[in-house]
């Protein structure tokens, strides 16, 4: 079993929906979790950082941890054509960048 | 505004063929990465530079070597290449504790 589990879609949902991601982990070490955004033939960019478990919000992005549940989710609100990317999420246990576990990504596309 | 800046883009080899891939960045950041992606496999990390001079093994560092040849430059090297190692490879550097960033990519065909 991988240590952190991302349906890979792809998911398809029309322009102005809200769109929820998902991730789920085993290890329950892990404090601080991350999403990344990936268009396509480019790298990784940071989106949303957060450590504890509850939500934090980012314009129309929302980034929600159950630790209890060893669950994260990605909201996106008002959802636009340019959210059209891979999602990947990561998480690690400590502050050292080299001891992250990404998951797969899940491929979004946005219909107009 | 480079950020981090990987060449070449694109690269296809013969099995036994070495390369060099090159990485710079212009954020002043101590750390740098890299990292290969495949598909259902996520990105896994081959080596990392806590900081210039130190470099130490990732996840998945067979067949590969690096050097950190300045704080801005971090290079890693195919001695012999096997369609294994056919990948898109990502280099990235953080501040110490600070979020990753990473630069668009090597897309790698070992035939």
């Known amino acids: 079993q991988k240590e952190v589990e991302q349906d890979p879609g792809p998911l398809s949902v029309p322009e102005g929906a809200i769109v929820s991601l998902n991730c789920t982990y085993s290890n329950s070490a892990f404090q601080y979790f991350m999403w990344y955004r990936q268009y396509s033939r480019k790298g990784p960019e940071l989106l949303m950082y957060t450590y504890s478990s509850g939500n934090k919000e980012d314009g129309r992005f929302t980034a929600q941890v159950d630790k209890s549940s060893k669950y994260i989710s990605l909201f996106i609100r008002d959802s636009q054509p340019s959210d059209s990317a891979t999602y990947l999420c990561?998480?690690?246990?400590?502050?050292?960048?080299?001891?992250?576990?990404f998951g797969t990504g899940t491929r979004l596309t946005i219909i107009p | 505004n480079a950020g981090v800046t990987q060449t070449p883009k694109f690269q296809v080899l013969k099995t036994g063929q070495s390369m060099t891939l090159q990485c710079a960045q212009d954020m002043n950041h101590n750390s740098m990465y890299w990292y290969r992606q495949d598909p259902g496999m996520g990105l896994r990390l081959i080596y990392y530079?806590?900081?210039?001079?130190?470099?130490d093994k990732g996840e998945v560092p067979n067949g590969y070597n690096v050097s950190r040849l300045n704080k801005r430059e971090f290079s890693l090297r195919l001695e012999s290449a096997a369609p294994s190692q056919t990948s898109v490879y990502f280099c990235?550097?953080?501040?110490?504790?600070?979020?990753?960033?990473f630069g668009n990519g090597t897309r790698l065909t070992v035939t």
């Open positions: 530079s806590a900081s210039e001079g130190t470099t």
């Open positions: 990235a550097s953080s501040a110490s504790s600070g979020p990753l960033h």
């Open positions: 990561a998480m690690g246990s400590n502050f050292g960048n080299e001891k992250l576990t």
